[in-house]
């Protein structure tokens, strides 16, 4: 028997960056629900291991495709396989994120950050979202960051890409979401995946690691709810708090001042 949430979303979900971390439980807990799945990433073991185990775990069905979302041709990639399937749900998920100061970064890096992290998502969200509007039904997460709302030192590029997101998720939730399609920016906090245990953190007691399960299990949830969510109670208030309570130049003096004591010491201006 169909799930509410497989009627809703499946029969199909594709889910970038689902060889590890947060996409790859966004992989396991669609295919929980019921949906069949499309796995993208680059590292093609770690894909096919993936794809055994939620085939073993929840009996759907599940494709691979090894892609490099940087390529200019991404559509001409991915669509030889989806073109025959129903797509109902797309995860824009993969990133590529570095916390190091901006002059730092290699320029090439950079721009490949932005392909990855948004320029791709635009791609799919046009292509997947054209057909789902046509169906009268679907859903879009684009994952978005807590680093989305405010500027943030040390990754100025991660965090514009992560702004972007949110924004065209909350614009696309009103105009979509009038043809039945659900579109959600997400925004984890620090949530401990490879990506996240790669950057050596040193949280702190003011910041609270969420693990990648009850994070991707708010993103569902939220879906077709709002237009953007925030993960985590505490995040929430962190976030409630600066709004409210400092100017936004204090607020980006403590995100930054944040990321400088998490993965730094940067902040070596005399
Ligand atoms: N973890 C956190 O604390 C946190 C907080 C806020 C937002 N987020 C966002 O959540 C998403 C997932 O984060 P995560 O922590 O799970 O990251 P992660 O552990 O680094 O995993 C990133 C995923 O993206 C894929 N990817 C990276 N570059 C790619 C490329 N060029 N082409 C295709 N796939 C690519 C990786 O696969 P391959 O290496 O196999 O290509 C991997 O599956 C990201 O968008 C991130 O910005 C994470």
Redesign the pocket.
């Known amino acids: 028997m169909k799930t509410s949430f497989s009627a809703k979303y499946g029969p199909w979900a594709l889910i ?9 439980e966004f992989a396991r807990q669609c295919a929980e629900r019921g949906l069949n799945t499309i796995l ?4 093609a073991d ?2 096919n291991a993936r794809a055994d185990s939620i085939k073993k775990d929840y009996g759907v069905a599940v494709k691979t495709i090894v ?4 390529r200019e041709d991404i559509l001409q990639q991915i669509t030889p396989v989806t073109d025959s399937l129903e797509i109902g749900l797309l995860v824009n ?5 570095r916390v190091r100061p901006f002059l730092d970064h290699d320029l090439d890096q950079l721009v ?1 950050q932005l392909h ?2 948004s320029r ?1 998502g635009l791609i799919l969200a046009h292509h997947f979202g054209g057909k789902m509007v046509g169906r009268r039904r679907g859903g879009i997460i684009f ?5 989305a709302m405010y500027g943030t030192a040390y990754c100025a590029n ?1 965090s514009a890409t ?1 702004a972007y997101n949110l924004i065209i998720a909350e614009s696309l939730w009103y105009e979509l979401g009038r043809y039945g399609v659900d579109v959600l920016g997400f ?10 245990d ?1 950057g050596k953190p040193k949280p702190g007691r003011f910041v609270k ?1 969420m693990d ?1 399960k009850p994070a991707v299990a708010e993103a569902l949830k939220a879906l077709g709810k709002r237009p953007s969510l925030i993960a985590g109670k505490s995040n929430r208030l962190g976030y409630f708090f600066l709004g409210k309570m400092v100017s936004r130049a204090r607020a980006i003096r403590i995100v930054s001042g944040t990321m400088d004591k998490m993965f730094g010491p940067f902040d070596d201006v005399e």
């Open positions: 970038t960056g689902a060889s590890r971390g947060l996409g790859a993208v990433a680059t590292n770690l894909l892609l490099d979302l940087s998920n993969a990133g590529m994120s490949k990855v992290n791709a994952l978005s960051s807590g680093s991660y992560k925004m984890p906090g620090s949530t401990k995946t490879p990506g996240w790669a690691v990648v």
